[in-house]
């Protein structure tokens, strides 16, 4: 029976495991998924795209003729203004002027494009130009955004179990160092001897078994022994069985007997982990400071991996970057010569969304808690002060 029982627990912990890693493995795929089919779509419709020179590109080149024609043998004399001609012409000069759109709308540039876009980092290098690439944009963000804020309100429910659990751990540590410190080695020793001394003082009586019970009854002693061990041992499997074995449910009964109600009962506890996404968040108590710091190392080894294919970008760079990209900020005045490398560096750039976002989450808690202190403040003075009228 043993044996038999083993694998059968093992199958049922293994299924319990799967129900409670399926929805945050859903989410994690669905957005995968997304952005791949995003990558598809705006490489096909973006990278097909005819380039028309137009007007502006057409005027640049002329102005460039002409600056070429006219200038002289004699540099020394006309260098500035040639160079004031020439930095206001390149001014003027667009990007898409000089690059192919099969070179540029790669499937990987596509992909990195699209985790810009859901993520609302948007750096502004890379857009779409062709009204088709802009509609879709605006429709693949409509819901790409939503989607990636929930696998980060999920993911964020699992960092801050982590970071509350760890905190907490760290706290009892530290307690226990700090009460060991205080406490001496005499006065330890005194009060464990103490303990020891009343300890031996008292008389512990043991309770009745249940041999010396059934034989001071008349009725037990009467019988022969073999019948009288006989029923001992059923008394006995009867007090056992009643201590021990579990009060079955009807409900069990029929989950066990009827595998569609077992699905049923399966899906129920999915639907109910759908619906605990964010709790652990909200829950979430440790000091901002912590999180600052968390942030700040995190950057910093980034920062520190970075410059080893970006070779434009040194440690300081590196952390700007990293920064203005975790906050979805996205100047775009920092561009990668590499970008499919960064985008293997997508789950960094997740995972650190999500401390980010949990940092502003307890920086928003905060906030809420000193402005109610500064309004009951403020409240306080001014409620007018109880006039007492002799009687």
């Not at 979805?328 to 976002?357: A, C, N, R």
């Amino acid at each position: 029976m043993a044996s038999t029982s083993q694998p059968l627990r093992g199958k049922r912990a293994c299924k319990k495991i799967f129900w409670a890693v399926f929805p945050h493995a859903c989410f994690i795929l669905s957005l995968v998924i997304y952005a791949f089919l995003g990558a598809l779509m705006f490489s096909h419709i973006e990278g097909n795209r005819k380039v028309n020179l137009s007007e502006e590109y057409r005027k640049f080149l002329q102005n460039l003729w002409y600056i070429s024609r006219n200038l002289s043998d004699n540099m020394t004399e006309n260098e500035e203004i040639f160079k004031e001609k020439i930095h206001a012409l390149l001014n003027t000069a667009e990007r898409d002027w000089f690059v192919n759109p099969k070179d540029k709308w790669t499937f990987f540039g596509s992909l990195f494009f699209c985790c810009t876009v859901f993520t609302t980092v948007g750096y502004g290098n890379t857009y779409p130009v062709t009204r088709t690439g802009k509609y879709l944009c605006m429709l693949y963000a409509f819901f790409g955004i939503p989607l990636m804020f929930l696998v980060l309100t999920d993911m964020g429910d699992i960092l801050a179990t982590v970071l509350s659990k760890s905190y907490n751990e760290f706290r009892k540590l530290q307690s226990k160092i700090l009460a060991s410190k205080l406490c001496s080695g005499s006065t330890c020793n005194r009060g464990d001897e103490l303990k020891s001394r009343a300890q031996s003082k008292v008389v512990i009586k043991e309770p009745l078994t249940i041999m010396e019970v059934l034989k001071s009854q008349p009725g037990v002693k009467r019988k022969p022994i073999k019948y009288r061990n006989a029923e001992i041992f059923e008394m006995l499997i009867a007090r056992e069985n009643e201590h021990t074995k579990p009060a079955r449910n009807k409900s069990i009964e029929r989950w066990s007997s009827c595998p569609e109600l077992a699905r049923g009962k399966a899906m129920s506890r999915v639907i109910e982990n759908f619906d605990k996404i964010g709790k652990q968040l909200e829950k979430l108590d440790v000091p901002i400071v912590l999180m600052v710091l968390v942030i700040f190392v995190y950057i910093s080894c980034a920062a520190a991996i970075l410059p080893n294919w970006e070779t434009r970008l040194d440690f300081q760079e590196a952390f700007y970057f990293c920064f203005i990209t975790l906050t979805t900020i996205g100047f775009g005045d920092t561009q990668l010569e590499h970008p499919k490398f960064f985008l293997f560096f997508s789950l960094y750039i997740i995972i650190g969304m999500e401390i980010v976002f949990i940092a502003f989450k307890l920086g928003q808690d905060r906030l809420i808690v000193l402005y109610k202190k500064v309004i009951s403040f403020c409240g306080e003075k001014k409620m007018p002060s109880k006039k007492v009228y002799p009687k």
